[in-house]
């Protein structure tokens, strides 16, 4: 019988040849031996397969699933229930591990006998010049030993867009099984996440842990997103839900981080439509009415009032209604943030 690794490490990759050996060389070259990497393979057309499996005949902490679909979620799923870790964390594709990064979390919550560990991101954009851009964000908070303790932090992990993140934080793989966690039951990743955030009570952070997750430079979009201000809108309904559950909905730090979490990605919404080519003026005029008359954007500008700063140019057309000023707005914040200029508006931090 094989002993119990200390951390599986599960990955559902999709066309990942590019990036999938850094991923495993991240993992697997950790200090850390007592690993298991899972390697959900997604029905890829390119060389990932062939990669994954001949690394595996290497290193036999690796281990290789095929898929004969690309449903993420489903691969996921795949790797977990294949996962023999006392502990679990969730990669994507193109992410990897800074040096010790892995093990510091898996010792930290060894030695705390913490429910969730959280790294430091390090959100790297790459730019076609060769540059590189990355924006760190840490969650610095003491070990909480106490759902109450946990909760009067949490606005912490809000504010810095990371409270719904799946990938990087360090889970027990055994509470998965014990609340029935998987991601074809849970409907999406932020579901899954906050479906096992919503009773924990131990929890830790590490700064020195970074966990690198690339994200694409983000210019001007050529076609709409039109489930945006959907998932918009849905978290933030889970959001205040959640804050209800907790008993938080009146505590002040925990209100004000859902709004500002709200009006970024109103902005962001806002900003994909009107900087799409696609749209016409008056559908674009209609989306951008409907989002900042909406009753959740009038409370959420109600409860803001004083932090209108924190966005920008965007927030006094958003306050006063004003359509043609926003959309104005969100094409000089889009072309701002495309030639790597200073940020003139709010946007996510993830």
Not at 119 to 134: C, I, L
Request: aromatic share 8%.
């Amino acid at each position: 019988m094989k002993q119990r690794p200390r951390v599986t490490v599960v990955v559902a990759a999709h066309n990942a040849a590019t990036h999938i050996a850094r991923l495993a060389e991240s993992v697997l070259g950790q200090e850390l031996e007592s690993v298991q990497l899972v390697v959900a393979d997604c029905a890829s057309t390119d060389r990932t397969l062939q990669i994954c499996t001949r690394a595996a005949e290497r290193d036999m902490r690796l281990d290789v699933i095929h898929l004969d679909t690309d449903d993420v979620c489903r691969g996921l799923d795949a790797a977990i229930d294949a996962a023999r870790g006392t502990y679990l964390l969730i990669m994507e594709q193109e992410d990897w591990f800074g040096m010790r990064g892995l093990e510091s979390l898996v010792e930290a919550a060894e030695r705390n006998d913490l429910q969730m560990v959280i790294p430091s991101y390090s959100f790297d954009t790459y730019f076609s010049s060769g540059e590189r851009s990355s924006h760190v964000v840490s969650f610095s908070s003491e070990v909480t030993t106490t759902a109450s303790e946990f909760r009067r932090n949490a606005y912490m992990l809000i504010e810095e867009g990371l409270f719904d993140l799946h990938k990087g934080k360090l889970l027990q793989r055994d509470r998965l099984d014990e609340l029935g966690l998987r991601f074809g039951i849970a409907g999406d990743p932020e579901d899954f996440i906050f479906r096992y955030i919503e009773d924990v009570s131990r929890v830790g952070s590490v700064e020195e842990a970074a966990y690198h997750a690339p994200r694409e430079q983000r210019g001007i979009p050529t076609t709409l997103d039109p489930f945006l201000y959907v998932r918009c809108e849905h978290e933030h309904e889970r959001l205040q839900n959640l804050a209800t559950c907790w008993n938080m909905a009146e505590d002040a730090h925990f209100s004000r981080a859902i709004h500002r979490m709200h009006l970024s990605q109103i902005i962001m919404s806002i900003e994909n439509v009107c900087s799409t080519r696609s749209v016409s003026s008056i559908e674009r005029t209609e989306r951008v009415r409907d989002m900042i008359e909406a009753p959740s954007t009038r409370d959420t500008i109600a409860a803001l009032q004083g932090d209108g700063h924190r966005f920008g140019i965007m927030f006094g057309p958003i306050a006063k209604g004003n359509v043609v000023a926003c959309c104005f707005s969100a094409k000089l914040n889009r072309f701002a943030r495309g030639s790597h200029l200073p940020f003139i508006g709010a946007g996510s931090a993830a």
